[in-house]
């Protein structure tokens, strides 16, 4: 995880497996409170999610994550 400053970080989910594996992330893990901004770097699809973050992940393959807080999903341009 890195963080870029108190609104802004990048998180990594690593599979290592053989197979493809669906990897959950809490925004509990992270600290993070609330409505979040999980941004898919790779895919370039933003959205809102509460709780947690869910993706399925191929097998020795990463999806790189941008997280905010809801509040500032302006920067990002997410429609509500």
């Not at 393959?61 to 302006?74: A, I, M, Q």
């Amino acid at each position: 995880m890195f963080t870029q400053n108190r609104w802004k970080m990048a998180v990594g989910l690593i599979n290592r497996g053989a197979a493809t594996a669906s990897i959950s992330l809490k925004w509990a893990d992270l600290k993070l409170t609330g409505k979040q901004v999980a941004r898919d770097l790779c895919a370039k699809k933003p959205d809102v999610f509460d709780q947690q973050f869910s993706s399925p992940v191929a097998p020795g393959g990463v999806v790189l994550l941008r997280v905010n807080p809801e509040k500032y999903s302006y920067i990002i341009n997410i429609k509500k």
